[in-house]
């Protein structure tokens, strides 16, 4: 045999040999769909930063919902955006069984039942007028403890209203076994807990805050956590998995893949990752101008999360990508 003797390119011949080897394939199913739903609104608005993703009113967010559905995408998580007027000091409307977002789960469980998994962001940021994820102390920094008898209440109100799974965000010390035991107790044992166990404060959420209206003053760098800390983000994981938590979840995505992988080989729950607005803005925005092929880029960076071990994929292009994939195999 005539050198070289090994040619793996023989398994690269063909599209349908590459297919038929290839080691990672994203699936429709594990891709959820971020959604956001403002209140009052008659007709879906723009989100700027976000090309393509909008404030959605109460009607456009049926559709949207059906849509993903009907394309495959597995799971909705659905944002709450409050009138500023509506807004305090503690995030009542969050609470609150007629607010935005309450209603939006009704909406959405009411148009897609069991035919996908409703999940809701349990988190105050959206509904305070501060802008901050938790009840402000005297001296302006987040009541860590006085939070959580909030999130509490507000994981009760998100199950009453159909949620499948609540999605604690907030980073708050202890979220995730309150919100566990609050349910239990109202009788939600059913409900699961996608914790946010991993959720860094970093400079890739930009977008998301014009989309959440956000009024945050400041930052949020005493409550999540440093960009360049791994050891911490697993002991956020093994105490949300102490806690209850029935999947864990690691926010940004790309920039953090080490991590997504390093929480992987530490649990055996399932493992989300967060593909957040910034990574979607900049692949939207070189795709715009030109420079890359952005279907292409969209799902080499779908597969890329999922090589590194996140089996549910939080992406703003689930729907479109779902419709890709089912074309592609």
């Not at 998301?208 to 911490?232: H, K």
Request: charged letters at 25%.
């Amino acid at each position: 045999m005539s050198y070289p003797d090994i040619r793996p390119r023989r398994l690269r011949r063909t599209a349908a040999m590459r297919r038929l080897v290839e080691e990672t394939q994203v699936s429709p199913a594990e891709l959820v769909l971020p959604l956001f739903v403002k209140e009052g609104l008659s007709e879906p608005r723009p989100i700027s930063s976000l090309p393509g993703v909008v404030q959605h009113s109460r009607e456009s967010l049926r559709k949207a919902a059906h849509e993903a559905v009907r394309a495959g995408v597995g799971g909705l998580m659905l944002f709450g955006v409050p009138e500023n007027a509506n807004k305090d000091e503690t995030g009542s409307c969050g609470l609150d069984p007629d607010g935005v977002l309450n209603v939006a789960i009704r909406d959405v469980v009411a148009e897609v039942g069991d035919s996908s998994v409703v999940m809701s962001d349990l988190c105050l940021d959206e509904f305070t007028s501060h802008g901050h994820c938790g009840v402000l102390s005297a001296d302006g920094t987040v009541d860590n403890d006085a939070t959580l008898d909030l999130y509490a209440k507000m994981g009760i109100a998100q199950a009453e209203a159909g949620a499948h799974v609540v999605g604690p965000s907030g980073m708050m010390d202890g979220q995730v076994g309150v919100i566990r035991r609050a349910l239990d107790k109202a009788g939600y044992q059913d409900t699961a807990v996608l914790a946010y166990a991993v959720k860094y404060a970093g400079a890739f959420y930009g977008p998301f805050r014009e989309a959440v209206e956000s009024t945050l003053q400041g930052d949020r760098r005493t409550y999540q956590q440093s960009p360049g800390n791994l050891r911490e983000a697993l002991r956020e994981v093994d105490l949300d998995v102490a806690e209850g938590a029935d999947m864990v979840m690691v926010k940004p995505a790309l920039p953090y893949l080490d991590v997504v992988a390093a929480v992987r080989e530490r649990v055996d729950i399932p493992v989300a990752a967060y593909q957040v607005s910034g990574e979607y803005a900049m692949v939207e925005a070189a795709a715009a101008n030109g420079w890359i092929d952005r279907e292409g880029v969209l799902l080499e960076t779908l597969t890329s999360i999922k090589r590194a071990g996140a089996q549910i994929i939080l992406t703003y292009w689930a729907t479109e990508a779902a419709r890709l994939l089912r074309d592609r195999y």
